[in-house]
């Protein structure tokens, strides 16, 4: 195969003047299929291809003089979108890289990369969007001018007041009805209609207010701006509050003055889209932006990414999969909480969009600024190391915004009342007299854990899965979380008879009940993945926190990230031992990062905050690094440990993951390919094939192969060897299986 080049419309005066065009599709095969063209085509045009018995949307990567399929095999284009602006070489060329790196087929990496509108075989269009916003006649009239049962319209005044300006799909997801309502705020002079990506021209938030910068942000924008005409990698480390946000702003601010670049900012999690998108809207109203994730309409979708291949909008704001999106003037790469998990793709093209993003920045010869609390590891041993610039801020942006004093209690030595010890207790208590907050940190959902047999230990177990069934008392169900299965609770022991069977640990359902009993007259406000699963219901609950019309929130991981609660000065932290001895060799780190994130949610404004940890092992690494917030110091064991136990970032992995209905077929591919891989001689050390931790899921059972090499040097040419002959191999058809470069989950 070769690369798409721009020039090659050289068929026409070959003799035959046959058109030829190579064609990307959407099938699980290495390669661009060959057709004839009754049209003139140009290269990154999309067409409707015959492929089989079936129609397949395809796209132009080039087009040869010649072909080798003898004319009567060769099909032609059944449509072409000639009106629709073509995919620019730049785009073909990272999704190569990606396709070859990631061991994924290019076609469907291609077609995986675009809006779901340039996948069918229809032309696309997308309709016109707007954006609304309150004018100033708008915020002057306040929200008490609108009748109390206006609810619609009250809810949409108060999300327009918070966010400055919202999207239809932003509005849609705030109430279905939202037409109706905006209509009459419409009627009442208040609403400012512009299109979706335009800058925002208000001042409704004190967020618009440019603040000076202080020594360490001046440091790191210079620093950056220096070297802004070729390739180089930042990493901006600083805690939450540190004001990476602000340094962020005041690069695009720069950078994008007086031209038409453009810039990309990743973020790692739609829900914090809207927050960021709302202060650049406002800090930077002269630089139409879009964003890009999931939760957008097909039509918003298409749209805003049509507006950044354009080169209309100057800032795009995307979640992972953004990282694709062409962007012709593309001069800077922001990638927030480069450390997320939600970077990584877990199926289908496994790929990291901060790894992909750094490759595209070097390819472009341009900065790419990474910010996080607490980078990935290997992210701080290349700034380490000194392949990346490293940036710090090390306080607080606001000088009385005071870090969070961390303290472990000991629950060994304490006794503890369903799951809370005395001082965590107290230490609520003395929150709710004082009108502030508190925030229960505890990462299972559900009521209890397991359900537990004292006279036999016998313990509910899911059938699909090596897991354990989780009690969710207040519907009376057994559910795994993992495969979904549910059923009813079971009264009896299955295995012995005993009728006193015993839910037993904690998850959010407990606590929230343990919660209201020790504090009679407490608000307690749950917010999990089951809480949550109505509509609106995250962000209905976010707004009670901040009305002041909740004491004592009980969440999840949901509630470590991003969300600002001015008036929560106290974390509590519930179990968190079970990953300090995790198997997993990135346990450790994740949960330092995790951690710190939760405690960066204690004390923002101007009360101080504090974290109590409830753990057996207060004298833990982990915790003494977390007391004194020292990250680098952390960081700098866990990398000593990683350099001794040879794991990355000092080694390179790639996991083959298969499964089936049956181990046999599993176990058989897996040793083809071990056995295979270690025949071609490479330096790169291959494992037996085992099982993963969780055995079984969803009924398939699983098995995988490690490999491990000293550099991707050494890894990449193996895996160019072995995918093809797996794909050839008989059993590919008839079991699960997936190459994971740089694995992040085992
Ligand atoms: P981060 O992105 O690191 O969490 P932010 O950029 O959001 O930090 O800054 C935290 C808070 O401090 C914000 O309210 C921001 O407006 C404010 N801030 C940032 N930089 C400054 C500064 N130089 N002077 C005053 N306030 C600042
Ligand atoms: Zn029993
Ligand atoms: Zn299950």
């Known amino acids: 195969m070769t690369m798409p080049e721009a020039n090659s419309m050289a068929a026409a005066d070959s003799p035959q003047a046959l058109n030829i065009a190579q064609v990307a599709i959407d099938v699980p095969l290495d390669g661009v299929f060959d057709y004839h063209s009754p049209y003139p085509l140009l290269i990154g045009q999309r067409v409707v291809v015959p492929f089989g018995a079936r129609k397949q949307v395809g796209v132009v990567t080039a087009l040869p003089a010649s072909t080798d399929l003898a004319p009567a095999k060769l099909k032609s284009v059944l449509q072409h979108f000639g009106e629709e602006p073509v995919l620019d070489a730049e785009f073909f060329a990272l999704i190569r890289f990606c396709a070859d790196y990631y061991q994924y087929p290019f076609g469907q990496a291609l077609l995986s990369a675009l809006p779901g509108r340039l996948r069918q075989t229809e032309p696309a269009t997308a309709r016109q969007q707007f954006s609304y916003s309150l004018n100033d006649t708008g915020v002057q009239a306040g929200l008490d001018a609108l009748p109390p049962r206006q609810v619609v319209q009250r809810r949409l005044y108060a999300a327009l007041l918070e966010h400055g300006a919202l999207s239809e799909s932003a509005l849609t997801a705030l109430s279905p009805g939202w037409r109706k309502a905006m209509a009459a705020l419409q009627q009442l002079g208040w609403i400012n209609e512009q299109q979706v990506y335009a800058g925002l021209r208000t001042a409704l938030t004190a967020s618009s207010v440019q603040p000076e910068l202080n020594a360490e942000q001046a440091e790191a924008v210079s620093a950056i701006l220096q070297q802004a005409q070729s390739f180089k990698p930042w990493l901006l480390h600083g805690i939450t509050g540190s004001g990476k946000t602000e340094v962020y702003i005041r690069l695009l601010q720069s950078l994008l003055a007086n031209n038409e670049d453009q810039a990309l900012v990743l973020v790692p999690e739609i829900n914090l889209t809207p927050q960021l998108e709302a202060r650049f809207r406002t800090r930077l109203p002269d630089f139409p932006l879009v964003s890009l994730h999931s939760n957008l309409g097909e039509s918003e979708r298409l749209q805003n990414w049509r507006l950044a291949q354009s080169g209309a909008a100057r800032i795009v704001i995307g979640t992972r999969l953004s990282v694709f999106t062409p962007m012709p003037r593309l001069k800077l790469i922001i990638v927030d909480e480069e450390h997320d998990t939600s970077y990584k793709q877990q199926d289908s093209m496994r790929y990291h969009a901060r790894d992909v993003a750094l490759v ?49 209690v ?337």
């Open 360 to 408: 595209r920045a070097q390819r472009r010869q341009i900065p790419i600024l990474l910010g996080s609390a607490t980078p990935a590891l290997e992210t701080w041993h290349n700034a380490q190391s000194g392949r990346y610039g490293l940036l710090s801020l090390r306080q607080r942006a606001v000088s009385q915004s005071q870090l969070p004093a961390i303290r472990c």
């Open 410 to 746: 000991d629950v060994s030595k304490v006794s503890m009342q369903d799951g809370l010890s005395p001082q965590l207790i107290k230490a609520i208590r003395e929150r709710m007299e004082k009108g502030e907050q508190s925030l229960l940190f505890i990462n299972r959902r559900g009521y209890a854990p397991v359900l537990l047999c004292n006279a036999c230990h016998w313990i509910a177990p899911c059938m699909r899965c090596s897991s354990r069934l989780v009690v969710h008392l207040r519907q009376g169900r057994l559910r795994c979380h993992h495969c979904g299965h549910e059923q009813k609770i079971v009264r009896q022991c299955p295995s012995c008879g005993n009728p006193d069977l015993h839910p037993t640990g904690h998850g959010t359902q407990r606590l929230e009940e343990t919660l209201n009993q020790l504090l009679p007259g407490a608000r307690v406000l749950r917010v999990d993945r089951d809480s949550t699963r109505r509509k609106n219901a995250l962000s209905d609950m976010l707004s009670a926190v901040h009305a002041g019309e909740v004491d004592v929130l009980v969440g999840t991981q949901m509630l470590a990230k991003g969300h600002d609660f001015p008036n929560l000065t106290l974390v509590g932290v519930l179990d968190t031992d079970s990953a300090l001895f995790s198997p997993d060799f990135r346990a450790s780190e994740r949960l330092f990062a995790q951690l710190m994130q939760v405690a960066g949610r204690a004390g923002r404004a101007d009360k101080p905050g504090e974290v109590l940890i409830q753990t057996t092992f207060p004298e833990h690494t982990l915790f003494n690094a977390l007391r004194s917030q020292d990250f680098t110091a952390y960081a700098g064991s866990l990398l000593q440990e990683r350099e001794t136990t040879q794991f990355p970032p000092y080694e390179f992995l790639a996991l083959i993951k298969a499964e089936a209905n049956d181990f046999v077929p599993v176990q058989r591919f897996l040793q083809y390919a071990a056995d295979t891989a270690r025949e071609f001689g490479s330096e790169a050390l291959v494992y037996d094939p085992v099982r993963p931790q969780m055995e079984r899921l969803k009924g398939m059972e699983r098995g995988q192969l490690l490999m491990q090499a000293s550099s991707r040097q050494v890894m990449q040419p193996l895996l160019r060897q072995l995918t093809p002959l797996l794909r050839q191999h008989p059993l590919s058809n008839k079991i699960r299986w997936a190459i994971d470069v740089d694995p992040q989950e085992f």
